[in-house]
C-alpha cells in the first residue's frame, strides 16, 4: 500500500513536472533576469495588448499583438533600485479596463531576502481575463 502511495505521487510529480516544461516557450521558473516583462496568450484567437508603466522613470510601454497560444520575452522590460517597487498596467485590445500589478524588479533591499522578479501576465480572454504574477528572477547582467 505505501509503494502503491508512493508511486502515484512520483507520477502525479512528473506529470505536473512535464506539464509546467511545455507552458509558454518552454523556461519556467527562475531562468530570466529580475524585471522582465513575459507575456503569454492562452486565449483561442489573436490579441493585441498594451502594457505601460505607472509612475516610473523612464516611462515604459509596449503595445503588442500575441498569436493564440503564444508567448513573447522582454527581457529587463523595467529597471529598479533595490526595494523599489514598480507598477505595470495592462488591458486588452479596446478594453477600458487596466489590470495593474507591482512587483521588485531588482528584489528588496535593505537585508531583505526578496530575490530580483520578472513579472508575467496570461492573457486569458478578451472579455479582460488578465492575471499578473511575480516570478522569482536571476540578477540581471
Not at 490579441?47 to 505601460?52: D, E
Not at 523595467?78 to 507598477?87: I, M, Y
Request: aromatic fraction near 8%.
Amino acid at each position: 500500500m505505501n509503494r502503491r502511495r508512493f508511486l502515484t505521487t512520483v507520477g502525479a510529480t512528473a506529470a505536473l513536472v512535464s506539464t509546467a516544461g511545455c507552458m509558454g516557450d518552454g523556461i519556467p521558473g527562475p531562468n530570466y533576469p529580475g524585471g522582465t516583462l513575459w507575456l503569454y496568450n492562452t486565449a483561442e484567437s489573436d490579441l493585441s495588448l498594451t502594457v505601460a508603466t505607472v509612475d516610473h522613470s523612464p516611462k515604459a510601454t509596449l503595445e503588442v499583438e500575441l498569436s493564440a497560444g503564444s508567448g513573447e520575452t522582454y527581457r529587463q522590460f523595467v529597471s529598479a533600485p533595490p526595494g523599489t517597487a514598480v507598477t505595470l498596467r495592462a488591458r486588452v485590445e479596446t478594453s477600458e479596463n487596466w489590470t495593474t500589478f507591482e512587483f521588485l524588479p531588482s528584489g528588496g533591499g535593505d537585508g531583505s531576502d526578496t530575490p530580483p522578479q520578472y513579472a508575467r501576465l496570461d492573457i486569458l480572454g478578451v472579455g479582460g481575463g488578465l492575471d499578473w504574477s511575480a516570478w522569482e528572477g536571476i540578477e540581471p547582467q
